[in-house]
Nanobody, 118 residues
């Protein structure tokens, strides 16, 4: 079973950009669909983006479409989330997730904090 470690979070001004990375341990990374979720204080966890095992299919939450891009490099066991035109409402803890099929996740990282100031 893989383990996931996120990085790249931080404090950024509105309109800025951040790039989150999630590195997976193990040799079977390419067999997992991957996703990014976020949770703001006092709110439920929210779907952000997902990508299929091959990287050929991606999908985004309505709140981030056109601003965020998910990608993966199976050779490096890494999935990334490029976040542009950030807004204060993008603030939250961002979690990387892995699962057997796109949209089904059973392995989660510890999260990385993203704070967007106005």
């Amino acid at each position: 079973q893989v383990q996931l470690v996120e990085s790249g979070g931080g404090l950024v001004q509105a309109g800025g950009s951040l790039r989150l990375s999630c590195v997976a341990s193990g040799r079977t990374f390419s067999s997992y669909a991957m996703g990014w979720f976020r949770q703001a204080p006092g709110k439920a966890r929210e779907f952000v983006a997902r990508i299929s095992r091959s990287g050929g299919t991606t999908d985004y939450g309505d709140a981030v479409k056109g601003r965020f891009t998910i990608s993966r490099d199976n050779a490096k066991n890494t999935v990334c989330l490029q976040m542009n035109s950030l807004k204060p409402e993008d603030t939250g803890i961002y979690y990387c997730a892995a699962g057997p099929l796109i949209g089904i996740y059973d392995i989660w990282g510890q999260g990385t904090q993203v704070t967007v100031s106005s």
